[in-house]
């Protein structure tokens, strides 16, 4: 983790990232020793704040319970949008106080076209990408990374802040959630929580 780290910002020309994350849970290396170097890169200055991502929950647990004071877990990144329930992962955010970041937030694009949230969003003038954004947003400690390559989804992601979902919209789109998990590579954990 230190030598990627460091030819990471090596490679971006920083002393210094602002979140540096574990990527994946593993198991070859003890998560006491990947959670020290953590906390050690963070002391060096090398990170402002420091997370991880697609831990299952009871990994989170022991995640809050080793990181000092002067380093907490900042964030959790993870897959979540409309098709696929987050709710024990959610629920440690909230308990334990980090950010959860949703990854794949438009299910890679297959937010686009469903009824529910298309409709939604012709009554507020959007698209139904925006409204799964707005959806997520509007959650408590949920922030979300959309990746778009054309400037014109940039932009529109840009403009999930002048519109709100009321708490019917909010419940249509939560009831939704199924188990449509989109990122599964053959080294995941078992995801069944
Ligand atoms: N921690 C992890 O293990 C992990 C795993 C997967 C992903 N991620 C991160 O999550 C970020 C996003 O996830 P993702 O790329 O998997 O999926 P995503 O953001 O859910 O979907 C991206 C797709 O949605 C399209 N899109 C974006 N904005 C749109 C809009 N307003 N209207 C219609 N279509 C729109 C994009 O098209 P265009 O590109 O053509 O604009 C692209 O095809 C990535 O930056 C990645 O770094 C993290």
Do not use: C
Request: net charge negative; charged share 25%.
């Amino acid at each position: 983790m230190r030598t990627s780290t460091e030819e990471s910002l090596r490679r971006l020309g920083a002393d210094r990232v602002d979140l540096l994350l574990i990527h994946w849970p593993v198991e070859r290396v003890p998560l006491r020793k990947q959670l020290d170097t953590l906390v050690e890169l963070q002391r060096e200055g090398k990170a402002r704040h420091v997370g991880v991502s697609n831990f299952l929950p009871e990994q989170i647990d022991h995640v809050v319970e080793h990181l000092p004071d002067d380093a907490p877990l900042f964030a959790h990144q993870a897959e979540y949008h409309p098709f696929l329930d987050q709710s024990p992962l959610l629920e440690r955010a909230r308990t334990h106080d980090h950010t959860f970041t949703a990854y794949s937030p438009l299910a890679r694009g297959r937010v686009v076209g469903h009824e529910t949230l298309e409709e939604i969003g012709a009554r507020h003038g959007t698209s139904a990408a925006q409204v799964a954004l707005r959806w997520l947003l509007q959650q408590e400690t949920v922030s979300a990374i959309p990746k778009a390559a054309s400037a014109e989804h940039r932009a529109a992601n840009a403009y999930v802040f002048d519109f709100e979902l009321n708490a019917e919209e909010m419940e249509a789109i939560s009831s939704l959630r199924g188990n449509k998990r989109i990122l599964d590579p053959g080294f995941a954990p078992d995801w069944s929580y």
